[in-house]
T-cell receptor
Framework: KQEVTQIPAALSVPEGENLVLNCSFT??????LQWFRQDPGKGLTSLLL?????REQTSGRLNASLDKSSGRSTLYIAASQPGDSATYLC????????????FGAGTRLAVHP | EADIYQTPRYLVIGTGKKITLECSQT?????MYWYQQDPGMELHLIHY???????EKGDLSSESTVSRIRTEHFPLTLESARPSHTSQYLC??????????????FGSGTRLTVV
């Protein structure tokens, strides 16, 4: 059974730091992996989607990488800002998973001025 | 702009009431999903649909039911609400194709409190 783990569970940093959020999964047979942002009490906003054949995706200050062989993905946030404070969720669709996303528990990020 | 809409945004209701949470999408997506999320916890799939008249139960057991009579509409119903149903319910959709290029789109969620 596919399991998704995110480390760290929580992170508090001063503004301006470069951050790395980690996501690991137990089965490398995946279709894609998606990073989401969730603000308190809100829905999910898609940040980056990486297809299984891709190694990384970039959007602005965000960069996500995927290494299927090691079962890992990282989300890199450059020059963090207080507005980046949120919970970041990693989710993937396993091969043969009929498009059902499997989520990690998330990393709660707080960026203070 | 195409999007996915959930109503109500917040709902406080008494035990035993019947409730329906609405979810609609304007993107023409064939697949739709309901996830349940308790505060500070993971999202768990409770229902999904691959198209009209297709509904399946998800990985987490739920007393709710769903229907898919129209492509764009995927309502969730609780026949008799209980305090244990208090949670956030998130609706999502994805376009045709396995492991689609554009991934999932989520609604803003309905925060349900049963008193």
């Amino acid at each position: 059974k596919q399991e998704v783990t995110q480390i760290p569970a929580a992170l508090s940093v001063p503004e301006g730091e470069n951050l790395v959020l980690n996501c690991s999964f137990t089965d490398s047979a995946i279709y894609n992996l998606q990073w989401f942002r969730q603000d308190p009490g809100k829905g999910l906003t898609s940040l980056l989607l990486i297809q299984s054949s891709q190694r990384e995706q970039t959007s602005g200050r965000l960069n996500a990488s995927l290494d299927k062989s090691s079962g890992r993905s990282t989300l890199y946030i450059a020059a963090s800002q207080p507005g980046d404070s949120a919970t970041y969720l990693c989710a993937l669709i396993p091969s043969g998973g009929y498009n059902k996303l499997i989520f990690g528990a998330g990393t709660r990020l707080a960026v203070h001025p | 702009e195409a999007d996915i809409y959930q109503t109500p945004r917040y709902l406080v209701i008494g035990t035993g009431k019947k409730i329906t949470l609405e979810c609609s999408q304007t993107m023409g997506h064939d697949k739709m999903y309901w996830y349940q999320q308790d505060p500070g916890m993971e999202l768990h799939l409770i229902h999904y649909s691959y198209g009209v008249n297709s509904t399946e139960k998800g990985d987490l057991s739920s007393e709710s039911t769903v229907s898919r009579i129209r492509t764009e509409h995927f309502p969730l119903t609780l026949e008799s609400a209980r305090p244990s149903h208090t949670s956030q319910y998130l609706c999502a959709s994805s376009p045709p194709g396995q492991g689609s290029l554009r991934g999932y789109t989520f609604g803003s969620g309905t925060r349900l409190t049963v008193v």
